[in-house]
């Protein structure tokens, strides 16, 4: 995440997200977050702030066949997030 964005963020978040930094050579600025309410809060608070965007990711489980360049929103164990 830029630097100056991150910066401005409230200490909670920035240490919220600092827990599930994304490697310096992708473009997620946080990756591997677990799929969880609290999780999805966070996210949120962040989305009021810098536009971001989620990805899910997950694998096929019995009686749901995942679509090779996505996983839907319920059937996802982790996201990752974006700048948008």
Request: glycine content about 4%.
């Amino acid at each position: 995440m830029d630097s100056f964005i991150k910066f401005c963020l409230p200490l909670e978040l920035q240490n919220w997200l600092n827990k599930y930094k994304a490697p310096g050579y992708e473009y997620a600025f946080a990756k591997d977050i677990p799929n969880t309410v609290d999780n999805h809060k966070m996210t949120n608070r962040i989305a009021k702030l810098v536009p971001i965007r989620r990805k899910y990711r997950g694998k096929s489980r019995y009686g749901y066949t995942r679509p090779g360049a996505f996983c839907h929103k319920e059937f996802a164990d982790r996201f990752a997030l974006y700048h948008r």
